[in-house]
């Protein structure tokens, strides 16, 4: 679209907000649609990350928003109208938020943190649940941007393999939050622990996905043994929405690992009943309600979603319809990397050697043969080094995806972030595809 054209098709609008309220949006996937925000009198923030006066923030295509106040505020919006033919709702100020509950839950951990500090104990760790859709991921970025403006340096731990926000879908990964998050950029991804796990359901290998927290619930611990600051500010755990049989043994399993002693649970009674019932008295359950504001997304809208995700890693962020980075392709030789997928298919136990379970083969390295269906799959570089580390429980370095094989000269092209062949040559597979049509 040309810039006049564009322009013809942008509003502005000025939206004044009373206290404790909010103006929510969303930018529409698929679009090259944007919203630019002006914070014009007052305080505001986005999901606990304050906006500045003076600096315009750009939201992209699929961005779903909440500006807040407590106080009162003045707004600018510029809309970008041109794909939102039909809907007359595009932006709309609500006076009902959960947002008083939230900020007394951080008031709560706040003093768990004093109280850590004071005694030189560990600060709250706390465990986020819910189904699907309920604004999960949202509170955890609220808490975490709260204690970091207060100085405090909480560890996030992501294990939504899904939608999470420190890495790529099919990953676990945590962070130290030394500072808010950046409205536009999200968080500061500096030395990120950063696990593969292949696809984007716990369920498509639960025992990997039990070994993965019980390693991540390890280096939490060791991060908390080297820096008393990260001990006593506790730390946070987003979870995935799968909150039913092997879903909830799960969330019981990730609840042992860290040793939580809170655990959050957003607008399911059944689940805060169940979770009450079954946790140790130490633990505190609380029921909180979801945000009427949370956007609901079907199966094709999260698609998208984990599609957008995997694209900012290799493009950055789309501004003024221009990519922040340049990946590159690479072209490798068959020879110079060793390409494993995690889980063998099952076998009946009659099948296996005496004492062996078929269980076991989830936890299989299987070797990759170059072929034409690695084409589009998402692969994690290993940090480990040879066949004698340990491959499944080793850090990631970074990503690439498969974009060509040919079988004549057996080279790959790769799409890869760096102009620079990965140091590493052990390389895994993930069921996480991406098409990449820039
Ligand atoms: N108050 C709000 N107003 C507008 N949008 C919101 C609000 N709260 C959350 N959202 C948006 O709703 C979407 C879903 O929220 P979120 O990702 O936190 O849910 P979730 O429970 O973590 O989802 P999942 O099922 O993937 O785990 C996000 O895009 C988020 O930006």
Redesign the pocket.
């Known amino acids: 679209m040309t810039d006049e054209k564009k322009d013809a098709t942008m509003r502005t609008e000025e939206y004044k907000l009373e206290a404790v309220s ?1 103006l ?3 930018v529409e996937t698929g679009s090259d649609a944007s919203v630019q925000l002006d914070l014009l009198e007052g305080m505001a923030e986005v ?1 606990g990350a304050e906006l500045t006066k003076g600096r315009q923030i750009t939201f992209e295509e ?5 500006v ?1 106040t407590w106080h009162e505020v003045l707004l600018l919006a510029c809309l970008d109208l041109s794909h939102l033919a039909g809907k007359t709702e595009v932006a709309y100020i ?1 006076k009902e ?1 959960p947002m008083v509950m939230y900020i007394n839950t951080h008031a709560a951990l706040e003093q768990m943190r004093q109280k850590a500090e004071k005694e030189k104990t560990r600060g709250p760790r706390v465990m ?1 649940v ?12 609220l808490l975490l941007n709260y204690a970091a403006r207060l100085g405090r340096a909480p560890i996030f731990v992501d294990l ?1 393999v ?2 999470g926000d420190i890495s790529i879908p099919g990953t676990l990964g945590s962070i130290v939050v030394e500072r808010p998050s950046d409205i536009e950029e999200g968080y500061n991804l500096n030395a990120p622990v950063v696990f593969h796990f292949g696809s984007s359901s716990p369920s498509h290998n639960t025992q990997l996905f039990k070994l993965l927290v019980s390693k991540m619930a390890d280096t939490v611990n060791q991060k908390c043994d080297q820096s008393k600051k990260c001990c006593s500010s506790g730390v946070i755990i ?4 799968w909150v039913r049989g092997a879903g909830y043994d799960m969330l019981k399993h990730i609840a042992g690992c860290f040793e939580v002693d809170v655990i959050i649970v ?1 607008d399911q009674e059944r689940l805060y009943n169940e979770l009450k019932r079954d946790m140790p008295d130490f633990v505190e359950v609380l029921l909180l309600p ?8 079907n199966s094709s809208v ?1 698609a998208d ?1 984990r599609d957008l995700k995997v694209r900012e890693y290799f493009y950055g962020l789309r501004k003024d319809n221009k990519d922040s980075f340049y990946p590159h392709p690479l072209h490798i030789s068959f020879n110079d990397v060793k390409i494993y997928k995690i889980g063998a298919p099952a076998l009946p136990d009659s099948c296996l050697p005496l004492g062996m379970k078929s269980q076991d083969n989830m936890l299989k390295l299987v070797p990759v043969s170059p072929s034409n269906g690695l084409l589009h799959h998402v692969l994690s570089i290993s940090m480990a080094t040879s066949m004698e580390d340990n491959i499944l429980e080793s850090n990631i370095l970074g990503h690439v995806v498969i974009t060509g094989v040919d079988m004549e000269k057996q080279m790959f092209t790769a799409l890869s972030p760096s102009a620079v062949t990965p140091p590493r040559n052990i390389w895994l597979m993930s069921e996480i595809q991406f098409m990449d049509i820039d």
């Open positions: 909010e929510r949006f969303e999901f699929g961005a779903k928003v909440a807040f609500a938020t986020v819910g189904p699907t859709d309920v604004g999960k991921s949202t509170l955890c970025r939504d899904g939608q987003n979870t995935g929405g957003l979801k945000s009427g504001g949370v956007v609901e997304r999260r979603d």
